[in-house]
């Protein structure tokens, strides 16, 4: 695709349930970004991956976290146990490496009941 | 806190008119990035300026950077009523992947 596309779009669910939010990159892009932004607030960086691997984790809020990248392309956010304070937009980006500009998908909007 | 913190918060002016947003950070900085969010989007790159150059240009927007004092402005000249958005720097450092985004300022241009 043209762009960085994201899904879904919204998800609401029940505290306590696991989400997987998905984000497909630009072809070719070797760097991948999540950030979670709570309403009206800023960027918090969760997580970045150069290929398939994950350097730092350290941004992951708790342990209930945890993301992967298969094949250098595709990225998987996973939240277990959801929490109400994980509601927020989870953003993502990729870009052809470190320094590069990063492009965003317009995010998934998760709301936890 | 925030590495990047923009300020004002928010900016309401009238269309035509220059829109200056101004952003601080703490530590040394490789190269800082302005981006555009419009509501319920993502974010979408505006410009970036390396930590060796003082002022950059693209159409409309003209960005300074001093070093020296931790600091970043982004000027919008004549402004129009679809600049009304979001505006974010964010700081990268050498050797690092993580860029820090600062919490923003909302821009309301009125026709």
């Known amino acids: 695709g043209a762009g960085v596309s994201q899904s879904p779009s919204n998800k609401v669910t029940e505290k306590g349930k696991d989400v997987e939010l998905r984000c497909d990159p630009i072809?070719?892009?070797?760097?991948l970004y999540w950030y979670r932004q709570s309403l009206g607030q800023g960027l918090e960086f969760l997580i970045y991956?150069?290929?398939?691997?994950?350097?730092?984790k350290s941004g992951l809020p708790s342990d209930r976290f945890s993301a992967e990248r298969t094949g250098g392309s595709v990225s998987t956010l996973t939240i277990q146990r959801t929490q109400q304070e994980d509601s927020a937009v989870y953003l993502c980006?990729?870009?052809?490496?470190?320094?590069?500009?990063?492009?965003f998908g317009d995010g998934t909007r998760l709301s936890i009941l | 806190s925030q590495q990047g913190e923009e300020d004002p918060q928010a900016l309401s002016i009238q269309e035509g008119e220059n829109a200056t947003m101004n952003c601080s950070y703490k530590?040394?900085?490789?190269?800082l990035q302005w981006y555009r969010q419009n509501s319920g989007r993502g974010l979408v790159h505006l410009i970036l300026?390396?930590?060796?150059?003082r002022e950059k240009h693209s159409g409309r927007l003209r960005v300074t950077l001093d070093t020296s004092k931790k600091s970043s402005s982004l000027l919008i000249t004549a402004s129009r009523a679809a600049d009304t958005a979001s505006y974010f720097c964010?700081?990268?450092?050498?050797?690092?992947?993580?860029?820090?985004f600062g919490t923003g300022t909302r821009l309301k241009v009125l026709a």
């Open positions: 980006a990729s870009s052809q490496g470190q320094g590069a500009p990063q492009h």
């Open positions: 072809s070719g892009h070797t760097a």
């Open positions: 991956f150069q290929g398939n691997s994950a350097p730092d």
């Open positions: 530590t040394s900085i490789n190269n």
């Open positions: 300026i390396r930590s060796n150059e």
């Open positions: 964010a700081t990268g450092t050498s050797g690092t992947y993580k860029y820090i």
